[in-house]
């Protein structure tokens, strides 16, 4: 559980996860990272280094995603399945979460 709540302590690690309930590039020719994480009120230089240095590889490292770096791709991990319950929650119920939750 602490993995899991640790994965979700970040809006952009939430809105990369909850993307992937609706749309998992496992399949796809040309996956790449889903349009439903917006950016916000970070500059998208700094985001896109947070991104790549902690957030996907935090993901990752849970085996939430599996990310290839070198296409900069992600896809449902190994471990997706552990932490979906909660995601459904979040999506089922956006509209009574804080704004900035997704």
Excluded: C
């Excluded at 439903?36 to 280094?49: F, K, S, T």
């Excluded at 902690?54 to 932490?83: C, Y």
């Amino acid at each position: 559980m602490d993995s899991m709540l640790d994965a979700l302590a970040n809006r952009y690690r939430r809105r990369v996860l909850v993307a992937l309930l609706d749309h998992n590039p496992q399949d796809d020719d040309d996956p790449q990272v889903p349009d439903d994480v917006r950016l916000e009120d970070e500059g998208l230089e700094q985001l896109m280094i947070q991104m790549r240095h902690v957030h996907l590889p935090k993901l990752a490292e849970s085996g939430f995603i599996e990310w290839d770096q070198e296409t900069n791709t992600i896809r449902m991990g190994p471990q997706f399945e552990e932490i979906r319950p909660l995601l459904e929650l979040m999506a089922n119920h956006v509209d009574e979460l804080p704004d900035d939750w997704l």
